[in-house]
């Protein structure tokens, strides 16, 4: 069993530079663009529970993918954390096509005071979450299975690749913001198809 299937996730530390981190954040706060959001469940709520945790709602807010296909760093950066996943894990997994951004990549600022994710399912069945700034009392807890729950606290810079199969859920934050790019990941061939989601939403 590899470290990946064992935890559910896999951290790599510093995975991006001081410099980088502070042009990333700058490029998300002066984003006109930002959304709130309440994405409707991504494929199901964990069937699971533990006790005390598991409230369904979901704050998130994602910046529109015209902006984040604009900046060329982001771009690369997909290729380049699919290619590390895929190299970590030892399975093949690709980026979804940029047009189809409903099903590829993501911004997710937690900064009101409760901003949480509740249980769920990602319908990538990996994701890579590169964190700009990650408050050191808020984790993303993993139920790997009933007897493995891991909580990952990443540190900003950090790059988290996640199972999105296992249950998971982000605890809310206090006062400290909580921010990171979301990039999902797919056997080749297999993101899903654009739902009618961002004609919706962003019309
Ligand atoms: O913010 C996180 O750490 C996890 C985000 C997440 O689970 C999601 O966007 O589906
Ligand atoms: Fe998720």
Known sequence: MTTFERDGHIIVPNFLLPQA???????????PYRVNHQRPPIASMNPLTI??????????QIIRGEILRANQTIAAMYSTVASIA?????RALEPAPLEYWD??????????PGDHQGWHVDTNPVAALVFLAS???????VEVNEDNVQTVIPKP??????????????????????INLSF???PPGEYSRPSQTDSLLYA
């Open 157 to 178: 810079g950090d790059l988290v690749i996640l199972d999105g199969t296992k249950p998971h859920c982000v605890s809310p934050i206090a006062n400290e913001r909580r």
């Open 184 to 186: 999902n990941l797919y």
């Open 103 to 112: 099903s590829s990549l993501n911004c997710n600022i937690y900064e009101r």
């Open 51 to 60: 006790a005390g945790s598991g409230s369904e709602a979901r704050f998130k």
């Open 21 to 31: 981190l502070s042009s990333l954040l700058a490029m998300v706060d002066s984003c």
């Open 135 to 141: 408050p050191p009392d808020v984790g993303l807890i």
């Open 86 to 90: 895929t190299v970590l894990i030892g």
